[in-house]
């Protein structure tokens, strides 16, 4: 996120910022998105069979990786997902998710096949930003309920729907 003071908005109504930036608003297909917020509510309930099938389907994975890789993919999805994975609120300023993230890039690096789909450049790009100033105001938030709400109200653009239904909860 851009931390420049113009992009935030105050909503006196509700007593909050907003954080506004519409010269990085990007749409992004459909079909991604759905595939995406798949992935993350994996994620957030560990599951590594969708987070891998996701992955593949995404294109962060081909499919041909080794186990290091696999684990290294899989472990790091897992650790971005925590904020997701209880119910009740997460403690943004007592995580350690950068530097849990930071031990699995070397071995991502080593042994990534295929780069990531374009897309993720810039969505992780908005993401880390966001988890780092939610690290920096020690901000305390309902995460998981925030994306159930969401989830339960999306819209997806497939038929396929049924992938995560089971283990959502």
């Not at 560990?46 to 081909?62: E, N, P, Y």
């Not at 997701?84 to 350690?96: E, I, L, T």
Request: hydrophobic share 40%.
């Amino acid at each position: 996120t851009d931390p420049n003071w113009s992009n935030f908005l105050y909503d006196e109504t509700t007593n909050t910022f907003n954080l506004i930036d519409f010269g990085a608003a990007i749409e992004y297909p459909q079909v991604f998105v759905d595939d995406y917020l798949r992935m993350v509510v994996a994620c957030a309930n560990t599951d590594r069979d969708v987070v891998i099938d996701m992955s593949k389907r995404l294109g962060f994975l081909t499919g041909m990786e080794s186990e290091i890789m696999l684990e290294a993919h899989v472990q790091a999805a897992f650790i971005v997902g925590l904020p997701f994975a209880r119910p009740g609120d997460y403690d943004f300023g007592s995580s350690n998710i950068t530097q849990s993230i930071s031990h699995l890039g070397a071995t991502m690096l080593k042994h990534r096949l295929t780069p990531p789909p374009d897309e993720a450049y810039s969505l992780h790009r908005k993401l880390s930003g966001a988890f780092l100033a939610c690290i920096k105001l020690r901000a305390v938030v309902p995460c998981r309920e925030l994306l159930y709400q969401l989830y339960e109200q999306y819209e997806f653009g497939d038929s396929d729907t049924r992938i995560l239904h089971e283990s959502a909860a």
